[in-house]
């Protein structure tokens, strides 16, 4: 509970610099700049107390000449004293703030205290450095600056739904006056919160407009702009409910009332009264004094560590964070049907589209429509954090996932949750770091959808032969899947196999002969940064968050492509064949046409947008509404439009259905047949995990022509 009694600690550090040299810059809005690409994010970092006691000297990745800053924020339950003998052992002793014995009290914790105590580090450890860099640490120190004084315009009264979008305003030099609480009328409902949102997201992104582009975004592109945050809870929070309070102040807890009243909420409060509110007190034995219900005191404790730690990210990269309604957390009914039709018999399309299209229509009733201007606006991607599909929201015609760059960081579980959003170092890559890619084949060899796979790959041969060393390993068992993973030193690794996810257990991937769980691999196999998952229900959203997808990030994957729905075995091979054909041309070939880098992120979300246009048009063609020719030359110019970098793609598509048009096609069975792709395209049973917008390709050469006049 540490870290979730230390939320107000967490958001201090927004006055924090990234680096020592972050506030002595002039150029405000460069340093601003770097924040945006993700470059200079806060680093801070969770860690358990008896992890930091006992990790060996020789462990210590900090505490070190080389990274010798560091602060140590004890929450209001930990002691100093816990920590002296370990503090006395390390070369390089940390800053430890605390609520009492600490370097610095919580009331004295500021900028002025950070800089005294790195001054007095650059003193005692400078001598080690070369001389000519401990003058230069001292100079930079010397001269931080605190980064307000700018005006907002308006005033930002409190609430969690607002405390992220103020932390960016915060760290981008404004200056915030709140003039209290956040207590609009019940019956104004959601509109008072909406209408800050909106206000702070937008400042947010007039924030990132005024700033422009930058020639650091072509080495390091800005990271997403805008997140959509629904903080979620435990699935299976019903399973707590015949719990009683341990607390012997208290005769009785309702805790099935309190959940009932968290899992009722559909807005950003709780409304109830009168019997259900009295519910969700409870009176202690030797006081008349209400205690609030134990389970909404543990989830608004949860809620403020979520707020504060999507404040930090918000923070680091300048992002607006749109907070969403608790009715997104309530879609699981239709998720499950959605999911349960998928899993049946082989629907037909139109039962398909109608099951997709009720879908979109419940997430489009919990999503208030205000905030679908806010996403048109984004330029650099979306990223979800939730639990929600929210990548198949309607977006003028297209699910967010093709409408948008879009990666998510799910809300559950909360550990993972903390880890994937915490500051993150960049991954450079050349584009010859794929020269090697690991297939790991875990299909028995008289399994029907096996051919299919090796029919797709044999099809893209004459193209990957010179470019690509597939590794393909077939697996039967455990010991030779972690074999696998262990021998391979790349960066890229695919699963060609089956998955599963039953309810109340973790996912399951499907091997020859037998079934693993990768969440109980953890310090066993080394998992390359960006792993594809071409199995069934690696990222089952109607089950829990223990997917096989969530797994590898928890294993170090940096991004995970995982499947929300089951496949279909031709489809996902087609895919996978065409993505090695993508990452052996599109990569180098894209930074030397546009003379910039590209993310991870920009490479998988053009791969599912082309995944869409093949679709339709192969649609088309087959119902001979279009010739082969015509295929070709529109699918090919389909292809370059998504290709060009920052290219709207409704404006893609639109384009696209124009020239459908123009061939003959009527306009009203051309949409018709677009409804039906969308609906039943490969591309939306994909989801994209974790950080891919911090994994960039580029070359030292382009890097060096690109600077070689600065």
């Given at each position: ?125 400078g ?68 209408d ?17 582009d ?17 903080p ?13 309070s ?35 007190l ?31 990210l ?14 997104i ?21 139109r ?52 409408a ?19 500051g ?5 890559l ?97 998992v ?93 063609e ?55 792709a ?21 070359t ?11």
């Amino acid at each position: 509970m540490s870290l979730c009694n230390s939320a107000g600690l967490l958001r201090s550090l927004v006055q924090m610099p990234s680096d020592i040299f972050e506030f002595s810059f002039d150029d405000k809005d460069a340093a601003l700049a770097r924040r945006i690409t993700g470059t200079a994010p806060i680093w801070w970092l969770p860690l358990n107390a008896d992890a930091i006691r006992h990790l060996p000297n020789d462990q210590v990745p900090f505490l070190r000449p080389e990274a010798p800053f560091v602060i140590i924020l004890l929450g209001p339950d930990q002691k100093v004293s816990d920590y002296s003998e370990w503090r006395a052992s390390v070369a390089i002793p940390p800053l430890i703030v605390a609520s009492n014995g600490g370097d610095v009290r919580y009331e004295d914790f500021d900028l002025t205290a950070v800089q005294k105590h790195c001054l007095e580090i650059c003193k005692s450890v400078g001598p080690q450095w070369p001389p000519e860099i401990q003058s230069k640490f001292i100079d930079a120190i010397s001269a931080w600056r605190f980064q307000g004084g700018r005006a907002l315009g308006y005033p930002i009264e409190g609430h969690n739904a607002f405390i992220p979008n103020q932390m960016a305003l915060l760290a981008a030099g404004f200056d915030i006056e709140s003039p209290g609480p956040f207590t609009p009328a019940m019956s104004d409902g959601d509109k008072p919160y909406i209408d800050v949102i909106l206000a702070t997201a937008n400042s947010i992104l007039d924030e990132r407009e005024r700033i422009g582009d930058r020639d650091m975004f072509r080495v390091t592109p800005p990271s997403p702009d805008i997140n959509l945050f629904s903080p979620s809870m435990y699935p299976n929070t019903r399973l707590l409910a015949h719990l009683k309070s341990k607390r012997a102040d208290l005769e009785l807890t309702d805790w099935a009332a309190g959940i009932e009243a968290l899992q009722s909420q559909t807005g950003y409060r709780i409304e109830t009264s009168g019997k259900k509110f009295k519910s969700l007190l409870s009176i202690g034995k030797d006081s008349d004094k209400p205690i609030l219900n134990p389970i909404i005191t543990l989830r608004s404790k949860e809620l403020s560590l979520n707020t504060a730690a999507a404040g930090l990210l918000a923070a680091s990269e300048i992002s607006a964070i749109v907070r969403l309604p608790n009715d997104i957390n309530r879609i699981g009914g239709q998720v499950k049907q959605l999911a349960a039709q998928r899993r049946g018999s082989n629907p037909s399309d139109r039962k398909r589209l109608k099951t997709f299209k009720d879908m979109q229509q419940r997430l489009a009733k919990a999503v208030p429509k205000q905030f679908l201007d806010i996403i048109k606006r984004s330029k650099s991607g979306v990223r979800i954090i939730s639990d929600a599909p929210l990548e198949w929201l309607d977006i003028e015609g297209l699910p967010l996932s093709l409408a948008k760059n879009v990666a998510r960081v799910n809300s559950t579980p909360g550990n993972l949750f903390i880890g994937s959003i915490v500051g993150q170092q960049i991954l450079h890559l050349r584009p010859e770091a794929f020269q090697e890619i690991l297939i790991i084949g875990a299909l028995k060899r008289t399994d029907p959808i096996r051919r299919l796979f090796e029919v797709a790959f044999e099809s893209y041969d004459p193209i990957l032969r010179d470019k690509v060393r597939l590794i393909n390993v077939e697996v039967k068992s455990r010991a030779e899947f972690v074999d696998a993973l262990n021998s391979f030193s790349g960066v890229f690794a695919v699963f060609d196999g089956h998955g599963s996810h039953a309810a109340e257990e973790a996912g399951k991937l499907w091997l020859q002969d037998e079934s693993i769980d990768i969440w109980e691999m953890r310090n066993r196999v080394r998992v390359p940064p960006i792993v594809f998952l071409s199995a069934c229900d690696t990222h089952a959203t109607d089950i829990n968050h223990a997917t096989t997808a969530n797994g590898f990030l928890f294993l170090g994957a940096r991004t995970v492509i995982g499947s929300f729905l089951p496949l279909y075995a031709g489809e996902a091979a087609i895919l996978v064949a065409r993505l090695l054909h993508r990452v052996a041309e599109y990569i180098p070939g894209v930074i030397k046409a546009f003379d910039a880098s590209t993310t991870w992120m920009d490479v998988m979300s053009g791969m599912l947008r082309m995944t869409l246009l093949t679709d339709f048009l192969r649609r088309l063609e087959s119902q001979k509404l279009i010739s082969h020719d015509d295929y070709i030359r529109i699918n090919t110019n389909g292809n370059n439009a998504i290709n060009w970098p920052q290219r709207d793609a409704t404006e893609v598509f639109r384009n696209v259905l124009n020239e459908v048009g123009k061939i003959g096609v009527p306009t009203s069975q051309a949409e018709a047949e677009f409804r039906l792709a969308v609906a039943t395209t490969s591309a939306t049973s994909y989801v994209q995990l974790g950080r891919p917008e911090s994994i960039i390709f580029d070359t030292e050469d382009r890097i060096r022509g690109q600077f070689k006049n600065h």
